[in-house]
């Protein structure tokens, strides 16, 4: 049987992919020397950045002094053990550690050449933009990134092209998310849209290097925090999915309304007005100032007690 080799693949930045192979017994220094085995040309990677020694089956990463540091999941690191499906962030360039054929793996210099290759291709396309980082969702999730770019301490804004054609916007300053919005729409609350977009498991982000603004109304709790509402509401979602109406049902009141409405909680009252407005199942969910599971969690509970209806 053949050992297991490992490659390192770019999966967000000016290299996105790219490989590039770990051979046994070597070590790799990465940084902006061309004198260097893998070379990234970028502003905010050092000129000797962070080294990878392949011992066997054993990966190691340590960052060798650089100024904006090394992070592997999310952790900015001295020196930590790798395995695969890491991710390591230098600079702009998410990379990926993941087993190949050894029998198809580039040699070093073929590697060296086609990132710069790659890299000046990229150079080309974006020159006049600001556009930093771009990435596929499958690739590497949202919350994921948002922890990389929390720990890194990115300031900008996320771009994120998701169902249906449907485009999310999250602001970071110093890596703590303080806005978002979906279609440009202002009427969904900020941490609502934060928690929207967090459960996208499809698409494509953008990462634009811009200068911070100023919302009325912005998101005071930790990227942590947000991130843990955002993985509680996908888990309520999906265990409340089968009970709610379809997305593009119509709700209605029926009248003659027989249960009191004193009945009704906080959260139901919110939801009920809503669909005394009009409202759809997704009007529900967009429009309830309640996040999506806890608007979802009132309108079935509305409906087993006959406070609304499904029109037709």
């Not at 933009?129 to 990115?154: C, H, V, W, Y």
């Not at 911070?212 to 991130?227: A, H, Y």
């Amino acid at each position: 049987m053949p050992s297991v080799s490992y490659a390192l693949r770019f999966i967000s930045g000016k290299y996105q992919g790219g490989e590039f192979p770990l051979h046994k017994g070597r070590e790799i220094v990465i940084g902006r020397s061309s004198e260097l085995e893998m070379v990234l040309i970028e502003d905010m990677v050092s000129r000797r950045h962070a080294a990878i020694t392949v011992n066997g089956e054993e990966l190691t990463i340590a960052d060798v002094g650089s100024t904006n540091g090394t992070f592997v999941n999310g952790e900015k690191i001295k020196r930590a053990r790798l395995k695969e499906g890491d991710r390591i962030l230098i600079g702009t360039s998410i990379m990926k550690v993941v087993t190949v054929d050894p029998s198809n793996n580039l040699t070093e210099a073929e590697a060296k050449s086609q990132l710069e290759k790659r890299g000046q291709q990229q150079m080309q396309k974006t020159s006049a933009s600001t556009r930093a980082m771009t990435g596929n969702i499958e690739e590497i999730p949202l919350p994921d990134l948002l922890q990389l770019f929390s720990t890194s301490k990115r300031t900008g804004v996320l771009t994120v092209n998701g169902p249906n054609g449907t485009t999310g916007q999250i602001y970071l300053r110093k890596g703590q998310l303080y806005y978002a919005t979906i279609d440009d729409s202002y009427e969904m609350k900020p941490d609502k849209a934060a928690y929207r977009i967090l459960t996208w498991e499809k698409g494509t982000f953008e990462l634009d290097s811009t200068e911070e603004k100023t919302f009325l109304e912005e998101i005071k709790d930790s990227t942590e925090g947000l991130l843990m509402e955002a993985m509680r509401i996908v888990d309520e979602m999906q265990r409340l999915d089968p009970e709610l109406p379809q997305r593009s049902a119509v709700l209605m009141i029926p009248k003659p309304l027989v249960p009191p409405i004193a009945e009704l909680s906080k959260d139901q009252l919110d939801v009920f007005q809503v669909v005394l407005n009009g409202a759809t199942t997704q009007g529900v969910l967009d429009k309830s100032r309640l996040a999506d599971c806890d608007a979802a969690q009132a309108l079935v509970d509305l409906i087993k007690k006959e406070y609304v209806a499904v029109r037709g």
